[in-house]
T-cell receptor, first 110, second 117 residues
Framework: EDQVTQSPEALRLQEGESSSLNCSYT??????LFWYRQDPGKGPEFLFTLYSAGEEKEKERLKATLTKKESFLHITAPKPEDSATYLCAVQKTGANNLFFGTGTRLTVIP | DAGVIQSPRHEVTEMGQEVTLRCKPISGHNSLFWYRQTMMRGLELLIY????????DSGMPEDRFSAKMPNASFSTLKIQPSEPRDSAVYFC???????????????FGPGTRLTVL
């Protein structure tokens, strides 16, 4: 059965305290893995697409990596404005839809 | 450019009433997706369209839910009759699907928060 599991469910960090969010997946043929950011009361905002194991993408304080079984979203020296829920999603080979994990709620304390 | 537009942003209705949610995708996008988000179940795909044609509606909870896409710039999700358990945030997303194997970077609207009393 296809599964996307994100951990931890919630994470509280002090400003400047680097950490990583995990997205483990089990799908029959991965076409792409996507990271989204969701602020309260808003729709998910696209961050990254990762296509193959070993790939890395960076944007400001965020870096996403991909292996054959999981993806990490590394947050370096986070700021309070990085507080949000981070969602990962997978697209299977031959499919057009995404399957989302339940997200990690990140809080960065000043 | 305008992103995905959804209306209304908030809807409060009574059990048994008909509810219609509306979505205008990003101009030029040819795939449209309806999702429902709840605390318990997260973000769930309800139905998606390619070139205005419904492709997969296996996520639609039951016959009370229906969706249409009469043209490339408009889609509706209808619930009739509505029930309290339908209370959730409903998102519409769109993407540009170039070919079967293309990557599906979806862009989401702001959502409609539905409350059924």
């Amino acid at each position: 059965e296809d599964q996307v599991t994100q951990s931890p469910e919630a994470l509280r960090l002090q400003e400047g305290e680097s950490s990583s969010l995990n997205c483990s997946y089990t799908v029959s043929g991965l076409r792409g893995l996507f990271w989204y950011r969701q602020d309260p009361g808003k729709g998910p905002e696209f961050l990254f697409t990762l296509y193959s194991a070993g790939e890395e993408k960076e944007k400001e304080r965020l870096k996403a990596t991909l292996t054959k079984k999981e993806s990490f979203l590394h947050i370096t020296a986070p700021k309070p404005e990085d507080s949000a829920t981070y969602l990962c999603a997978v697209q299977k080979t031959g499919a057009n839809n995404l399957f989302f994990g339940t997200g990690t709620r990140l809080t960065v304390i000043p | 450019d305008a992103g995905v537009i959804q209306s209304p942003r908030h809807e409060v209705t009574e059990m048994g009433q008909e509810v219609t949610l509306r979505c205008k995708p990003i101009s030029g996008h040819n795939s449209l997706f309806w999702y429902r988000q709840t605390m318990m179940r997260g973000l769930e795909l309800l139905i998606y369209f390619n070139n205005n044609v419904p492709i997969d509606d296996s996520g639609m909870p039951e016959d009370r839910f229906s969706a249409k896409m009469p043209n490339a710039s408009f889609s509706t999700l209808k619930i009739q009759p509505s029930e309290p358990r339908d209370s959730a945030v409903y998102f519409c997303a769109s993407s540009l699907r170039v070919r079967l194997a293309s990557y599906n970077e979806q862009f989401f609207g702001p959502g409609t928060r539905l409350t059924v009393l």
